[in-house]
């Protein structure tokens, strides 16, 4: 079945740097790749997500992209501000079973010093 | 409602009592899946039903769960018997359609077994 790996775990960046989390996944067959957003108590957030027919996504200070052939995504945030501060996880699509299933990371803890 | 709702928020359990955790979905949406959140990690699959069928329960971590969306709606996850590796944060998710579609999900339910 599909794995999902996720690094760094931990990420402390200034306020207004750019912070990157990297993905890789084991599946070739998974076609879909979301980022949540999961703040303290609170429920994941979907931020952005990809599918396999394009290789870059963007929407304001959030990118993701995809290298099918090497099977790793990766999230780019830039101008972080502290309210970017979160646990951020990625997702690859189960290929097979469900036909809906997400497989996640364990997360990556973003920590936005001002 | 406006998003996908769980009841209870907060339910502590005493080892071997049973317990059921209610998951009320985004009004139309198809797709309704469970995952187990252990503290600091990734949500973890469990189950996923498409209207009234459950697909695949092939996540379920043992004969205790059981889940049910009998009228294709409300959705129903009984632990039976509840013991200390079960304490975690349930999430209920949603979407429109089962495969590369956004999970919207509910904010959980947090169970604690002592």
């Known amino acids: 079945g599909e794995n999902v790996e996720q690094h760094p775990s931990t990420l402390s960046v200034q306020e207004g740097d750019s912070a990157v989390i990297k993905c890789t996944y084991s599946?070739?067959?998974?076609?879909?790749f979301p980022w949540y957003k999961q703040e303290l108590g609170k429920r994941p957030q979907l931020i952005i997500d990809?599918?396999?027919?394009?290789g870059e996504k963007k929407d304001q200070r959030i990118a993701v992209t995809l290298n099918k052939t090497a099977k790793h995504f990766s999230l780019h945030i830039t101008e972080t501000q502290p309210e970017d501060s979160a646990v951020y996880f990625c997702?690859?699509?189960?290929?097979?079973?469900?036909?809906?299933?997400?497989?996640f990371g364990k997360g990556t803890k973003l920590s936005v010093k001002p | 409602g406006a998003g996908v709702s769980q009841s209870p928020r907060y339910k502590v359990a005493k080892r071997g009592q049973d317990v059921a955790l209610r998951c009320d979905p985004i009004?139309?949406?198809?797709?309704l899946f469970w995952y187990q959140q252990a503290l600091g990690q990734g949500p973890e699959f469990l189950t996923y039903?498409?209207?009234?069928?459950?697909?695949?329960k092939s996540g379920l971590p043992s004969d205790r769960f059981f889940a049910e969306r009998p009228e294709g709606s409300v959705s129903t996850l009984k632990i039976q018997r509840t013991q200390q590796e079960d304490s975690a944060v349930y999430l209920c998710?949603?979407?429109?359609?089962?495969?590369?579609?956004?999970?919207?999900f509910g904010n959980g339910t947090r169970l604690t077994v002592t």
């Open positions: 997702a690859a699509s189960s290929a097979g079973g469900s036909q809906g299933n997400l497989i």
């Open positions: 990809i599918r396999s027919n394009v």
């Open positions: 009004s139309g949406h198809v797709s």
């Open positions: 599946d070739s067959a998974s076609n879909y």
């Open positions: 039903f498409q209207n009234e069928a459950q697909l695949d």
């Open positions: 998710a949603s979407s429109v359609q089962g495969r590369n579609s956004p999970l919207h």
